[in-house]
Every structure is written in C-alpha cells, then in structure tokens.
C-alpha cells in the first residue's frame, strides 16, 4: 500500500477483535472488553517523547503523530479499543475562536463569550471537511495502522460542555459564568446549543466515513447542572445527535456504529440518559454499579467506572477493586473503564494490572 493510499478510507483490514463492538451493542462476548479514557496520555514516557517537540493543539492537527500517539497505549497493553488522539475543543476552534493550551493551566480562550452579541462572531455554517479534515485523516491512517487489531472510537465533546468552556474561557470549578448564561440568556444558550449540535453531528458522521467504527459523545461538565438545567440544556441536544447521526449515516448508506454517551456526575438523570439513544451509557465512579444496572434495565451497555485514582493503588488492591467491580456489573452488556480520564502522574504497570486483570476475573466468572 502507497503511503498515500493511508489517508483513503477504503480497504480496511479485517477486524481481528470485535469484543468492544459486540459488547456495545448488547451481544453476547467472552469476556469483558476494556479502554482506557485518555489511554493515550502524559503517564507514558513514550508520548511525553512524541510530544516535546510540537504545542498542543499542532499536535492535533498533524495526523501523523495522532496516529502514533493513539497507538502507543495498544503496543503496552492488551486493549480491547482504540480512540483516536485528539482533543473536544477543535469544535470550538472551528467555529472561529482561539484555543490556546497554556502549560499547568490547561485550554486558555484568549476571548471567550462574554455576551449573547458575540455568538455573531462565530461561523455558523462551518465545513466540517474542510475545517476538521485533519481529524478525519488521522482516523483513516489509524484505522490502516491498526491493521484490524482492535476497534477505533471517534469522539466529540457534547453541546454544554463545549458551550461552558467558550463562555468560561477554559476549565472552571463552578462554571459560574456559563451557568448565568442558563438563567439570564436562555434565548441565546439554545442558539448556541444548536449551532453546536449541528457542528457535532456532522463532525461524528464525517468520523465514521473516515473509519471510526464506534462514537462517544462528552459531556464532561453534566455534573455542574441540576436535574431541569440538564433536561433543558444538555438531554435534548444529546438525542438530537444521537438521532441525527444514526439516521445521516443510513441515508449515506453507511452502516450504524454503536454511539456512547458519558455525561459526568449526571447520574441524577440516568434513566432519561439511558432512553436517549445511545448503546452505551458511560458512567463515573461515583455510582454503586448494581444502582445503575437497576436504573436503566437492560436496554442499555454500560461503561466504566473504577475511579482512576484506584491506579495509585497496589496492584493487589487494583485486583480486588476489579473483581468486585465486574461481580456487581456482570460480565454482559459491559464494558469496562475508568470513571474517567487517567493522570499523568500514573504508572504504565498498574495500568496493565487494571487491564489484564478485568481479561482475567471476567473470563474466570464466565466459566463459574
């Protein structure tokens, strides 16, 4: 294969291992399948290596090296999924604002919204192959990279979270000012909600055309609203992506990926999440699992949710935490995770600890 012929989302090699996939979508596997949020991340020496030289956010956009930096996690351990490397603010930077990543600070945007009159110096009708094309060719040469080893995931950050950090101007422990949107301009929090969906929904389509083969939508800042804030500005956003992709995806003729929903800390709406359209619900430490196998039945995957701070753990200890873990959640219709993204400061081992030890206690169980 020419080099060039990398970046042509065509010929796929064969899928080896489809654990993830027959797990996302309610079928029966032999065991629990496992990923990693933020799998490719500063814990590995080797991705501190490939990063050193470029920014951030010229990371993002080299397809090359998000290729790379989504693989080293699978040449460690015996992941059962991939995601590619990329980061939820690339939908803001295509609507026209500056993200800058600013060390021991996180994303910076140098001129967030301050008022409804700026939602007019975004671009509305954004191109999501033109604009987000650098996203889509690092899924196309991943997916050749990969050689059909493992599933790759697309993701996008969801409508309110991405809308906090605009309005916020990057991480917040209260999301004051994005909330005072919700309550003082609740007119223009729905127009830019919208104006997000619609980006999203284009931009997880163009994902799967270019060879994702399972979605996950982001809505890491669910935990900041209340039961009616989420039912108005967060839930129906949700569904309406869910909604959209499937049905652009059939009317291309492209078959369906299973789509993934993790809306942090939301666990106060966990039934309407579960009815929302999504094949999985990802769920966070801070819900008992047999609590969430209760609450949205069996029509629904679940993912996660061994707090990532249990990685600072013995390996002994992260043992036992996973066994538990998988007695509570069963061995079907899961797939295991964290409750959310890993840290830095982690180490690889324990890691592989965590990941060959759901492979184990979760093949031990089927044959109880």
Known sequence: MEHGDFFSSKDFPALKNDTFLKAAWGEVTDYVPV????????????????????????????????????????????????IIFSDILVIPQALGMEVTMVPGKGPTFPEPLNEPADLQKLHENVDVTQELAYVFQAITLTRHKLKGEVPLIGFSGAPWTLMAYMIEGGGSNTMSKAKRWLYQYPSACHKLLKILTNVIIDYLVGQVKAGAQALQVFESHAGHLGYEQ???????????????VKEKLKASGIIQVPMIVFAKDAHYALEDISNSGYEVVGLDWTIQPKIARERTGTKVTLQGNMDP???????????????????????????ANLGHGMYPDMDPEHVATFVESVHKYSRKKLQE
């Open 230 to 244: 989420f039912s108005e500005f967060s839930l129906p956003y949700l569904r309406e992506i869910a909604q959209q």
């Open 309 to 335: 701070c249990a990685l600072y753990a013995p390996k002994d200890k992260i043992n036992e935490i996973v066994k538990k873990m998988i007695e509570e959640f069963g061995t079907q219709r899961y797939i």
């Open 35 to 82: 990923w990693c949020m933020r799998q490719a991340g500063r814990y590995l020496p080797e991705f501190r290596e490939t990063r050193a030289t470029q920014d951030f956010f010229t990371t993002c956009r080299t397809p090359t090296i998000c290729c790379e930096l989504t693989l080293q996690p699978l040449r460690r351990f015996p992941l059962d999924a991939a």
